[in-house]
């Protein structure tokens, strides 16, 4: 039955391109919402309610139809058929506002402002140790880092509270939903040593030989002209200032997410190192990530 007068509600498509085709198909009624989408490890689909209580009951909810069984299956249809639309549409804009692949690796589209709550999620503490990485990062007061692609502050706020006061911290990102979201948290906490900077697709925005870290956590990947935005983020840096990549590790089969959102140490050797770097440390204590520290070479 479909949706009537008496019976509205609303079926909203929402591309989540973290993973490629990730949507959500939302149907919402009063206080009932039921989100399908593809989970951003796996890619498969699963459906969520709010705050992560599984709706049992699919597309039903109290007073929605007296069929609620031949209701689900037919909006489950109608969900799946945009999904999939969704997916291809989500590619073809990738294509136009950037190159599709890089030295023969599939560029992975940029995660929607849609899927933030993935960032926050609450088993990414166990597997990303986001204060062990900054404890190997030897993060310290009075230093000026960049959080690129900062997304909603995930690690921008552990940075700021790293470097006090006397610290600044550039939160760069090109959707201005993220820093929308990241403002909030920001706003929050009260930290003061914040910045946010609208970045492009191919510039930083950053002010030039300012930055004594740059800090990129499962972004590099995602850059639609990895070269432009390098080159930006190295004319930001100071002249002994360190360029972090955070990736997921390419070799590793085991670790489950799409291959395009993961590097081998391979790929970000031959990516990196001709754009102005050397590797000075590779880390590999995280369950799933490399951890790539790179210096400035002339």
């Known amino acids: ?28 009624k009063g206080t009932c919402e039921t989100r399908w989408r593809l989970n951003p490890l796996l890619g498969v689909a699963r459906a969520v309610r709010p705050w992560g209580e599984l709706c049992r009951r699919g597309w039903t909810h109290p007073g929605a139809s007296r069929h609620p069984s031949q209701r689900g299956n037919f909006l489950r249809a109608i969900a799946g058929a945009l999904i999939f639309a969704g997916s291809l549409q ?38 990303e140790q986001p204060e062990k990485v900054l404890d190997a990062l030897k993060i310290q007061p009075g230093m000026t880092v960049a959080d690129v692609g900062a997304g909603n502050g995930y690690f921008t706020l552990r940075l700021s509270r790293r470097v006090g006061e006397t610290g600044r911290v550039f939160a760069v990102d090109i959707q201005p939903a993220m820093l929308d979201l990241l403002k909030k948290s920001r706003d929050r906490a009260g930290l003061k040593n914040i910045e946010l900077i609208l970045g492009t697709e191919t510039d930083v925005n950053l002010p030039p030989a300012a930055v004594d870290l740059a800090l990129l956590v499962d972004v590099y990947h995602e850059f639609q002209q990895p070269e432009r935005m390098i080159s930006a983020v190295r004319a930001a840096l100071k002249p002994e200032g360190v360029l972090v990549l955070v990736e997921y590790r390419g070799e590793d089969p085991s670790v489950p997410i799409k291959p395009e959102h993961k590097m081998t140490v391979g790929q970000v050797l031959r990516e990196i190192e001709p754009m102005g770097f050397r590797l000075r440390k590779k880390l590999d204590f995280l369950p799933w990530q490399h951890i790539f520290i790179f210096e400035k070479v002339n």
């Not at 949706?3 to 919402?28: C, K, T, Y």
């Open 1 to 28: 039955m479909l949706p009537n007068r008496d019976n509205r509600h609303e079926l909203r498509l929402q591309r989540l391109p973290f993973v490629g085709s990730r949507n959500i198909a939302e149907m919402r």
């Open 90 to 127: 989500g590619q073809s804009e990738a294509q136009a506002v950037g190159q599709s692949e890089y030295k023969g690796r599939k560029i992975a589209q940029v995660m929607g402002a849609a899927g933030a709550d993935w960032l926050t999620r609450e088993d990414r503490e166990k597997f």
